[in-house]
DNA sequence: CACCCGTGGGT
DNA sequence: TACCCAAGGGT
């Protein structure tokens, strides 16, 4: 299959043959591939099958800018845990963010419980099947919405996640860097859904751009659509998707406070509701600026009044859009005092370091307590 | 529409 | 090392 497929390309880049345009014959060698090579994942049933609503809805979640790699094991903890969505539904948000800890992005974790509440509340238990009904619930945007239609239900819908937008921008050799060329792959990847197996096919589509039609170094001769690809014709693939500029990543700088106390229990806080690392624990710090703060002015956000001991070197941790780094100071503390705790005292607890992996616990965080308790 | 929102792995 | 990127959604 491999040589035959390279010949076809070389011949091709020899004799200038004409390109056949993607099209329903390529749908065809598409699924044909699917079938021999489909990734084999936890929360597929088979092909030509239609797969457990609830399984579908929360690997999609899951799988949202994360990769298949890091969602496994979170998705058999979960499934494990929670075996339908009326079970989610009935979970404390608590342990929801507990088992999503370190899979980041976690508006996502409050999302799902959110929406396993509205279907068991609203949908009785059950998903529903349309995209427009699936894109009214929270977390479901659509992406999701036309992934669930299609591989839960057979939908005839469209998924477009950054696979598809690469593997049609490559099929059609579309110049026009993203964002904007979004509408027009949108419309192309429509033209090729087919009416009878849009589950498979919008599948068969990620699984290409996972493994065949990759970012870098795509494996053209091997693929399964080479001959119908305007961008492998013109050794244009590599080069596809284009993209707009790219924002600089600003730095920001802090000081986490790390109290133990003596029986090994450290001081975490949990964050507000909204934004960053939301409803997540923290050691409690200074704000994060541009620049570090004076010791005297980080010791007025410092939780309590103690000897706080420098630990040296820093924590550094890449966020999307920016790049923490963080001084810690440490402190250690008897059992049994009063202290005198900041104005948020009520969204501290002390929680003991046997006990630390069971929080929810984001790992930058992780990171903190790991570098200020690395001498213990 | 631009920005916010995590993390780990690959190159 | 520094950068890219991954089955996006919310605002």
Same mark, same amino acid.
């Given at each position: 299959m491999g040589a035959v497929q390279e010949n076809a390309a070389l011949r091709r880049r020899q004799q200038q043959l004409p390109l056949r345009p993607a099209g329903p014959l390529t749908v065809k060698?598409?699924?044909?591939?699917?079938?021999?090579?489909?990734?084999?994942?936890?929360?597929r049933y088979g092909?030509?099958?239609?797969?457990?609503?609830?399984?579908?809805?929360?690997?999609?979640?899951?799988?949202?800018?994360?990769?298949?790699?890091?969602?496994?094991?979170?998705?058999?903890?979960?499934?494990?845990?929670?075996?339908?969505?009326?079970?989610?539904?009935?979970?404390?948000?608590?342990?929801?963010?507990?088992?999503?800890?370190?899979?980041?992005?976690y508006s996502r974790a409050r999302n799902l419980k959110a929406c396993a509440d509205a279907i068991a509340r609203?949908?009785?238990?059950?998903?529903?099947k349309s995209e427009a009904e699936l894109?009214? !619930?929270?977390?479901?945007?659509?992406?999701?919405?036309? $992934?669930?239609? %299609?591989?839960?239900?057979?939908?005839? /819908?469209? @998924? &477009?996640?950054?696979?598809?937008?690469?593997?049609?921008?490559?099929?059609f050799a579309?110049?026009?860097?993203?964002?904007?060329?979004?509408?027009?792959?949108?419309r192309l990847a429509a033209t090729l859904t087919p009416q009878r197996r849009a589950g498979d096919?919008?599948?068969?589509?990620?699984?290409?751009?996972?493994?065949?039609?990759?970012?870098?170094?795509?494996s053209c001769l091997v693929c399964p659509l080479q001959q119908d690809c305007s961008a492998s014709a013109q050794n244009l693939a590599e080069l596809l998707p284009m993209r707009g500029a790219k924002a600089e990543r600003p730095s920001r700088y802090g000081i986490a406070f790390l109290v133990q106390r003596e029986d090994g229990?450290?001081?975490?806080?949990?964050?507000?509701?909204?934004?960053?690392?939301?409803?997540? !624990?923290?050691?409690?710090?200074?704000?994060?600026?541009? $620049?570090?703060? %004076?010791?005297?002015?980080?010791?007025? /956000?410092? @939780? &309590?009044t103690t000897a706080w001991l420098p630990v040296p070197g820093a924590v550094v941790h890449v966020f999307t859009h920016f790049r923490l780094e963080l001084i810690v100071y440490r402190a250690l503390v008897p059992i049994d005092a009063s202290f005198t705790l900041w104005a948020e005292q009520e969204r501290c607890?002390?929680?003991?370091?046997?006990?630390?992996?069971?929080?929810?616990?984001?790992?930058?965080?992780?990171?903190?307590?790991?570098?200020?308790l690395a001498d213990n």
């Open positions: 060698a598409l699924l044909a591939w699917y079938e021999a090579e489909r990734r084999d994942l936890p929360w092909p030509r099958k239609k797969a457990d609503p609830y399984r579908v809805w929360l690997s999609e979640i899951m799988l949202q800018q994360t990769t298949v790699k890091a969602v496994v094991p979170y998705f058999q903890k979960f499934v494990a845990r929670w075996p339908t969505v009326t079970a989610l539904a009935g979970a404390q948000l608590e342990e929801v963010l507990q088992h999503w800890a370190g899979l980041g992005y609203d949908y009785g238990g059950e998903f529903p894109l009214k !619930l929270p977390g479901i945007g659509p992406y999701t919405a036309a $992934a669930i239609s %299609a591989i839960a239900f057979g939908e005839k /819908a469209t @998924p &477009v996640d950054g696979n598809v937008e690469r593997v049609v921008s490559r099929l579309v110049r026009q860097p993203l964002p904007g060329a979004k509408p027009e792959i949108r096919f919008a599948q068969a589509m990620m699984d290409l751009g996972a493994e065949i039609c990759t970012p870098r170094k795509p229990a450290v001081l975490l806080r949990q964050r507000p509701e909204a934004g960053l690392l939301g409803g997540m !624990l923290e050691v409690p710090s200074t704000p994060w600026g541009d $620049a570090l703060p %004076a010791k005297k002015e980080a010791m007025r /956000a410092a @939780p &309590v607890r002390w929680v003991h370091r046997r006990d630390l992996h069971a929080q929810a616990l984001p790992s930058v965080m992780k990171k903190v307590i790991a570098h200020g």
